[in-house]
């Protein structure tokens, strides 16, 4: 069945640095990858999604380009700030009309002043 | 912002007993989800529903679960005779569309613990 491999964490970083999380899926079809947030005591929230293959997903300075020849979907930001500290998510939902989005295990992010 | 709201924030309960979760979707969303997270664990699709009825489930979701949308408002995930192993965290989304590229709007949870 379809899955999602991402880097176990926690990721601690220094403000400023440079983030990449690894993410990699298996999925028979034409998938859709999305990455999620989640805050401390919050629900998970979307940060970016890209639906076909060479799509780039974007906000709050976050970016992931849906790379289909190393089935990747790697999240990176330039320069982390505290705020920056969560968990963050990344899913899938197979083609074909099927919904259930399917999760990597969630990477803990740590950023330090 | 509207948003989708979970009660209650912590439920106990003893092993065999039912327990119902309750979620308030956003208001003009058509399609609800439930999913859990095992402590430690990935975070697991259970259900779809859609029209009054599920549209998909998982394997998971076996004849302890059961969903329903008893009004205009609340959408409700229900488990019969709790087991240790439901401890779990449970997530109810909703979503505007369904489809590949539909964005899922999550409330923060129901963290279930069964004793």
């Known amino acids: 069945g379809d899955s999602v491999t991402q880097m176990e964490g926690p990721v601690t970083l220094s403000e400023e640095a440079f983030l990449t999380i690894n993410c990699t899926y298996t999925?028979?079809?034409?998938?859709?990858l999305f990455w999620y947030v989640q805050y401390p005591g919050e629900g998970l929230q979307l940060l970016l999604k890209?639906?076909?293959?060479?799509d780039k997903g974007s906000n709050k300075g976050f970016e992931a380009t849906y790379r289909k020849e190393t089935t990747s979907f790697h999240l990176e930001k330039g320069s982390v700030q505290v705020s920056d500290s969560a968990v963050y998510f990344c899913a899938l939902t197979a083609g074909g009309g099927a919904d259930g989005l399917t999760f990597g295990k969630g990477t803990h992010l740590i950023i330090q002043p | 912002e509207p948003e989708v709201t979970q009660t209650p924030s912590h439920q106990v309960t003893q092993m065999g007993q039912e327990v119902i979760l309750r979620c308030v979707p956003i208001s003009n969303h058509l399609y609800f989800y439930w999913y859990r997270q095992i402590l430690g664990q990935k975070v697991e699709f259970l259900v779809s529903?859609?029209?009054?009825?599920?549209?998909?489930k998982s394997e998971i979701f076996d004849d302890q679960f059961s969903v329903e949308r008893p009004d205009g408002s609340n959408f409700t995930l229900k488990i019969r005779s709790t087991k240790l192993e439901d401890s779990a965290m449970y997530f109810c989304?909703?979503?505007?569309?369904?489809?590949?590229?539909?964005?899922?709007?999550f409330g923060p949870g129901t963290r279930l613990t069964v004793l």
């Open positions: 999925a028979t079809g034409y998938p859709s």
């Open positions: 989304a909703s979503s505007y569309s369904s489809g590949g590229a539909n964005e899922q709007f």
């Open positions: 890209a639906t076909k293959a060479d």
């Open positions: 529903f859609y029209n009054n009825e599920i549209s998909e």
